[in-house]
């Protein structure tokens, strides 16, 4: 095993690993951005080394920050996490690179799984197939109209270069086709950098389900279940169970070996994830994820396992310690996601900022992996997961009341979180009888009424409360104990966030300044200063929350004043555009 391991995240996914490592006897190295200063990770690990910068980019993305850290701890091997670098093969490389491990798979399976042609590809080759469609690129609208007069619609185009969802279109009959492959092709560009597109039947009422695997470095190759993820939105999973339930037995071994003859076609080592869209009794290859992901838990409650530290073991060298009939799904557990966004009437809208209390719920078969505690701050600029709630249930009803009743102990003021949606999914029918799919969150479950849970907070107390404080020298973080009064913890009072400042004085309905309602990027302007336009026109494209948003005019009358360009990133309430 390894003295000293470098987590190269933040946040939960960097908590459990630290956690593992401590188990194992093992030090730990936690890397932080200036805004991490006082991370959970980072009071928890035994060395911290800063990154300096706030965005992504500028820190947990800055190799050579990242490899000045590996080189000062003394590190032998870096766990990545999910995100950031974890399937990024330049990185993995440059960690190999200096005798380092990388607790990962090799970088050649990275690349492999890393689009989706030769991902596809490498599937077929070992009998695995996708949903019918073709591996080739897209050049012309005639052959999209020749699949679907073959294979009838809708189809699905999608960015060959691409992953999570993001590039795909759903054409639902032939007059359709050429805007769909100018969409598919503009996102695919704006997201991934190119722009070759690629299609398929489109499944309509599909479920995800997921297949854990593992392989060593001694050509073992085993699959731990599967894990039922169609509880999501744009592509945000929502909340995850294990096993997938409804689906025959011999269905779910099915799945099982085709995932791990996925894995062993690539070389797979350490913890993989296959996916899969089930409909009607038959399943279809769709990606593999080469990192640990997000649901992991869901898989450890119903098998035993601890996953993190067998990719310790895996990635040390050790061969698996157990064989295929060894694994045994006993119960049913469910994971759900606590991210600190408003869920009200369905918009989830991101709701960054300081976690004034949280009483997080126990009891038996209740397990809470959380990346912060109450008076960390939920960052604008990194994923908002705080926590996430897993539990077991000697089945899935019992897991499902299980889930609620912690749900109901769970108690966070300051950000608003997903919780009331997680509730509204769990105590819906459709959830119970298993009859939903990837659609279903977007298309069926309604939100409306489902309130804002954003909570004013208390801030008169004037108790004294101990605070560890980060000292940094020579970029490495020292921790110095003090007992400060609690307003100095706190010295902005109030937490939640005053009403957002319009900016310009404008942006009220009819005022003509027309804002974007959230950060993202311009990706498409469609109108000039001068132009004349109609309420309801769509002025610009803006991504955001990984899907394209129109943004328009509620005005009409004159563009005015154009204040973006295709490639602009803009802040919600930015004023783009002003229509006199
Ligand atoms: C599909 C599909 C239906 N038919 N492909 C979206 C994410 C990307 N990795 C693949 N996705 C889908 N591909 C065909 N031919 C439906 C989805 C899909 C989806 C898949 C997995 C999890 C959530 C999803 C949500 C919407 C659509």
């Not at 809470?368 to 604008?380: I, L, R």
Request: with cysteine; glycine share 10%.
């Amino acid at each position: 095993m390894f003295s000293k391991v470098l987590i190269a995240n933040r946040g939960e996914i960097a908590v459990r690993v630290i956690r593992a490592c401590q188990e194992l006897g093992v030090q730990t190295v936690a890397v932080y951005s200036d805004l991490d200063r006082e991370a959970m990770h980072v009071r928890l690990a035994d060395e911290a080394y800063a990154l300096g910068g706030q965005t992504a980019a500028e820190s947990y993305l800055n190799t050579d920050a990242l490899l000045d850290a590996i080189d000062k701890s003394g590190a032998e091997a870096v766990h990545p996490g999910y995100g950031f670098f974890s399937e990024n093969a330049d990185f993995a490389r440059a960690i190999t690179d200096r005798r380092v491990t990388f607790i990962g798979p090799p970088p050649a399976a990275i690349e492999v799984m890393g689009d989706k042609i030769s991902a596809r590809k490498a599937a077929e080759e070992v009998g695995v197939s996708g949903v019918p469609g073709t591996t080739d690129f897209i050049t012309d609208p005639e052959q999209v109209r020749a699949f679907g007069a073959e294979h009838g619609y809708p189809v699905a185009i999608k960015a060959a270069y691409g992953g999570g969802g993001r590039g795909m279109k759903v054409v639902d009959s032939e007059a359709e086709i050429e805007s769909a492959i100018e969409s598919a092709q503009r996102e695919a560009t704006a997201y991934f950098g190119r722009d070759e597109i690629y299609m398929e039947r489109y499944l309509t009422k599909p479920r995800h389900i997921e297949v854990q695997v593992f392989s060593d470095t001694h050509g073992n190759h085993l699959y731990l279940g599967t894990r039922d993820c169609s509880a999501q939105r744009r592509h945000q999973k929502l909340i995850e169970e294990a096993p997938a339930p409804g689906i025959p037995a011999e269905t779910l071994t099915a799945m099982g070996e085709a995932a791990v003859a996925v894995a062993r076609g690539c070389g797979y080592v350490n913890a993989g994830t296959v996916e899969f869209l089930y409909e009607d009794g038959d399943f279809y290859y769709l990606e593999m994820n080469t990192r640990l992901q997000v649901e992991h838990p869901a898989t450890e409650l119903v098998t035993g396992l601890d996953l993190v530290a067998l990719q310790l073991a895996v990635a040390a060298g050790d061969p698996l310690p157990f064989t295929q009939d060894d694994v045994t799904i006993t119960g049913h557990a469910i994971e759900v996601r606590i991210n600190a966004e408003d869920p009200a009437e369905g918009a989830f809208l991101p709701s960054p900022g300081r976690i004034a209390s949280m009483i997080t719920p126990d009891g038996y078969g209740v397990r809470f992996d959380a990346g912060y505690a109450e008076g960390d701050e939920v960052s604008q600029f990194y994923d908002n997961l705080i926590g996430k709630l897993v539990v077991w249930g000697a089945d899935r009803d019992i897991a499902i009341r299980r889930a609620v009743r912690a749900l109901r102990e769970l108690e966070i003021t300051g950000p608003a979180t997903t919780i009331p949606a997680d509730l509204a999914i769990l105590e819906h029918p459709d959830f119970a009888a298993i009859d939903h799919s990837t659609k279903w969150v977007e298309d069926v479950l309604d939100l409306t009424g489902v309130g804002s849970s954003a909570t004013p907070t208390d801030d008169t107390a004037e108790a004294t409360v101990r605070r560890d404080i980060a000292v940094e020298v020579n970029g490495k973080q020292f921790s110095v104990s003090m007992w400060v009064p609690d307003q100095a913890s706190n010295p902005n009072g109030r937490t939640k966030r005053a009403p957002r400042k319009k900016s310009g004085g404008g942006g009220a309905a009819g005022s003509g300044q027309i804002e974007v309602p959230m950060q993202g990027t311009i990706i498409k302007v469609e109108v000039s200063e001068g132009d004349t336009v109609e309420a309801g026109q769509v002025l610009c494209v803006l991504e955001a929350m990984k899907m394209e948003n129109n943004i328009t005019t509620d005005v009409a009358g004159t563009v005015k004043e154009l204040k973006v360009v295709a490639g602009d990133s803009v802040g919600g309430g930015d004023v783009v555009a002003v229509i006199g």
